[in-house]
């Protein structure tokens, strides 16, 4: 799964993770976001050990971080 953390509507994408992995634990997860990593962690938006991409980004690094998290 690939997702933002700050979405629209009152959910946030580690919501969105904790209802897909109680369906597929086995789920491999990035999460992404414009906002810094420590204002998410301060938020408690971003449990520790979550793979994460900082916006921007390049398609190379999505694809990379991407091949990380499958291999894992």
């Given amino acids: 799964m690939f ?6 509507g ?4 580690w919501e969105l ?10 789920l491999k997860v990035l999460l992404t976001s414009g906002y810094a990593l420590e204002t998410l962690g301060a938020r408690g938006l971003l449990p520790a050990g ?4 900082n916006k921007p980004y390049r398609k190379t690094d ?7 998290v499958l291999e894992r």
């Fill in 17 to 26: 993770v904790d209802r897909a992995t109680a369906a597929r634990p086995d």
């Fill in 50 to 53: 979550t793979a994460f991409l």
């Fill in 3 to 8: 997702s933002d953390v700050v979405m629209p």
């Fill in 10 to 13: 009152g959910t946030n994408g």
């Fill in 62 to 68: 999505l694809a990379k971080r991407l091949r990380g």
